[in-house]
């Protein structure tokens, strides 16, 4: 029997740049925050500035759990040496730096939600897709986010996977997302979309209708 809890979702985006000033892009990660909220889920970011940090507190405010996966070691080298916010329920320090951070806090989620974006979330992007995780692209927010179909396809070569949805609409984009997260479990290992090989596998999946 398969356990259930609570849908843990993580929000990745610009926490530095011209994107955290665009009024309109920190109103939908505000958004998409209380949406997180409203639907009962468990909100995880970086414990980072910006469009994310914008998410966490519109998370709070519909009583999300908020959980920050941190670069640093410590609170102190959280606060005072990545110059970061305090403000999730829960903090986990990694001690392992931004690159390695980002590894844990795709894992600990069962979908990502990309919003606007730069070189990092570009890093947390090709991350999800590898490893086969249910991805969301708040489109219309800037960044890379506007562009994520040709990176994949244009400049990559590769397919846009079944589990990635796409909307301009917070709410209208988590229910892609949720149905994305049910109806394409992850892989049974790290690499499972080259390993995996039972009847049903990711490989097939990549031919069947897209969600979203």
Do not use: W
């Not at 931004?98 to 600990?108: A, L, T």
């Not at 229910?175 to 990711?202: C, M, S, W, Y």
Request: proline share 7%.
């Amino acid at each position: 029997m398969s356990a259930h809890h609570k849908l843990k979702i993580g929000v990745m985006g610009s926490a530095s740049g011209p994107q955290i000033v665009d009024p309109h892009a920190r109103a939908m990660a505000k958004l998409l925050g209380q949406e997180i909220g409203k639907r009962g889920h468990i909100f995880i970011n970086g414990a980072c500035p910006g469009l994310p940090h914008d998410a966490l507190l519109g998370a709070k405010e519909n009583g999300a759990l908020t959980i920050g996966i941190s670069p640093a070691f410590s609170e102190y080298e959280h606060a005072n040496e990545y110059n970061s916010p305090l403000d999730n329920d829960m903090m986990i320090y990694t001690g392992q730096g931004f690159m390695e951070r980002d590894i844990i806090n795709i894992r600990s989620s069962d979908g990502v939600v990309f919003i606007a974006g730069g070189i990092g979330t570009l890093n947390e992007l090709t991350i999800a897709y590898d490893e086969g995780r249910p991805m969301a692209v708040l489109t219309g927010t800037g960044g890379i986010s506007n562009v994520i179909p040709d990176i994949i396809t244009k400049y990559c070569l590769r397919t846009i996977p079944p589990n990635m949805v796409f909307d301009d609409d917070p709410a209208k984009l988590l229910e892609k997302l949720e149905v994305a997260i049910r109806a394409f479990p992850l892989p049974i290992h790290e690499d499972g979309r080259v390993i995996d090989r039972p009847e049903g596998n990711r490989e097939d999946l990549m031919n069947e209708k897209h969600p979203g």
